[in-house]
């Protein structure tokens, strides 16, 4: 039995050693040098799985690229996000530019693209309740805007457009080949949606995002394409500086070995690739074929402008709708509404929303200016006050007796000789100054058929008959007064009037 176990013992040592000296050849003959992975991967074997997976240069390229002219932060760690700080109101460049390789997305080639900036918060918690943050924001701030586009100083932008209902955003058109930069403007800084207000290195960081879409075949701007952001802080004007400064003092006073853990500042913040905005931009397409001026709102208003030709449920037929003419004191808040989306006030529905009538005509022009910026608040004081546009030319017409108006109760010493009888004149009020408005205001003011006035004339020297011209009403003076009478003319059709 022992022989036997020594026998494998010895078969066992020589099993060993062969195997040894098998793999003792193959570190001399490649040598200890020579040894190289991708001599192995190199073989036809894996070239073979190779070419089934993306190369490195075939990683996707980003189509465009966003570049903000404002100094990163020095006191960022290496590994962390870029920081920026921005000064509140100041206007920041942002360029667009095309970042395509040859033969990258061919079909907006020679077309334009849309970009929608956002400026939103960076701490998710914020994001959850954002609604409810700005709206906040908005009341602190009536009329104000979280962003805004200085388009003086833009370039390339075509069709600029901003929702009232979004004032976190604007958007425009541009042309990936031309030279293209849009200049924004924060307005929010980042103390004021902090609990308490702290300084401006205790505010909530936000985000720059840029989406950019193409157009699709139905003609709309929501096929995805791109999208960057960047995080920022904001700060009272001039505070950016004070605290771009203050951080690279403080990096000057740390060690070479403590400052290789931060990042250098940059002269310029390149945004990086992210996901587009959840907000779809359908919100920001006007789906009407006709382009108007601002984002289409109203998934965003709690009322919807009614159609021309129809009326409200609550108010058919009816003609004491406040929906039209003078907004009165005792207006509910539904008919203060309905006011206000018939003057084309719509983006103040809600913020208005909980007015009366009284309520809304007991604010002065300041007031309005403030809640709804300068355009619009002196456009919806002066539709509260019904303040008529001045006329250009005012003329006083009246109907020779016996057919005119004639008011009895003047004493015949008065030196008329219609028995005391006074001619009641009509106010003419011109905003064209044209023979064809005096036509039709003379119909309007006489109850004439318009169709059935010819010509007007005048009477001139030795009793000519002149035709009344746009010349001739041009040089008409202010508040003159005229007789007029008819004749029926020629034809037997219809009449003449003659101005004397």
């Known amino acids: 039995m022992a022989w036997v176990l020594k026998m494998d013992e010895v078969i066992e040592s020589g099993l060993v050693h062969d195997f040894d000296a ?43 690229q966003y570049v903000m002219c404002a100094a990163t932060s020095p006191a960022v760690k290496l590994y962390d996000e870029t920081l920026t700080y921005l000064n509140q109101g100041q206007s920041y460049e942002i360029r667009m530019l095309d970042n395509r390789k040859a033969g990258d997305i061919p079909e907006i080639n020679g077309k334009l693209v849309k970009s929608i900036i956002r400026v939103v918060f960076h701490d998710r918690r914020l994001q959850y309740t954002e609604h409810q943050q700005l709206e906040g924001w908005k009341w602190n701030r009536p009329g104000d805007r979280l962003l805004d586009l200085d388009i003086p100083m833009s370039v390339g932008v075509i069709d600029i457009k901003t929702n009232p209902s979004q004032l976190n955003a604007v958007e425009f058109l541009w042309d990936p080949t031309k030279c293209t930069s849009a200049f924004i403007q924060v307005h929010c800084i980042s103390t004021e949606f902090t609990p308490r207000k702290h300084g401006g290195e205790k505010g909530v960081p936000f985000r720059i995002q840029v989406d950019t879409f193409k157009q699709t075949e139905n003609g709309e701007y929501t096929d995805h394409l791109h999208s960057a952001s960047c995080q ?117 529905t809600r913020l208005f929303s909980n007015f009366s009538g009284a309520d809304l005509l007991k604010l002065t022009r300041e007031d309005l200016v403030q809640i709804c910026g300068p355009a619009d608040g002196i456009r ?13 030319l005012t003329i006083y017409v009246c109907q020779e007796p016996l057919q005119s108006i004639q008011l009895e109760g003047q004493d015949a010493g008065n030196g008329d000789s219609s028995n005391g009888a006074i001619y009641v004149y009509h106010a003419i009020y011109l905003e064209e100054m044209a023979a064809s408005e005096v036509t039709r205001k003379l119909a309007l003011a006489f109850n004439i058929p318009l169709h059935q006035i010819n010509q007007v004339y005048r009477q001139g020297p030795t009793g000519i008959h002149i035709l009344v011209s746009d010349q001739m009403v041009q040089n008409f003076q202010d508040e003159s007064c005229f007789l007029f009478t008819t004749i029926k003319a020629e034809n037997g059709e219809g009449f003449h009037i003659i101005l004397k």
């Not at 190369?55 to 189509?63: L, R, S």
């Not at 250098?264 to 397409?285: G, H, I, Q, R």
Request: hydrophobic share 25%; aromatic share 8%; charged share 25%.
């Open 22 to 64: 098998s793999l003792s050849g193959i570190g001399q003959e490649l040598g200890a040098g020579a040894y190289s992975m991708s001599d192995v991967l190199a073989l036809p074997i894996f070239k073979q799985e190779d070419s089934s997976l993306p190369q490195e240069n075939e990683t996707k390229h980003p189509p465009f």
């Open 232 to 348: 920022i802080k904001v700060f009272k004007p001039k505070g950016a500086d004070r605290k771009q400064k203050t951080d690279r003092e403080k990096m000057e006073k740390r060690t070479a070995h403590e400052k290789e853990k931060y990042q250098p500042s940059y002269d310029t913040t390149v945004l990086t690739e992210c996901s587009p905005w959840p907000d779809t931009p359908t919100t920001f397409v006007n789906s009407s074929p006709t382009p108007a001026p601002t984002f289409t709102s109203a998934q965003h208003n709690t009322y919807s402008v009614p159609d021309s030709n129809s009326s409200s449920p609550n108010h058919q037929g009816d003609g004491t709708s406040q929906g039209s003419g003078d907004l009165h004191p005792s207006a509910t808040i539904q008919e203060t509404q309905q006011w206000l989306l018939k003057h084309r006030f719509s983006t103040y």
């Open 380 to 392: 919806l004081y002066n539709a509260l006050k019904s303040r008529s546009v001045r006329p250009r």
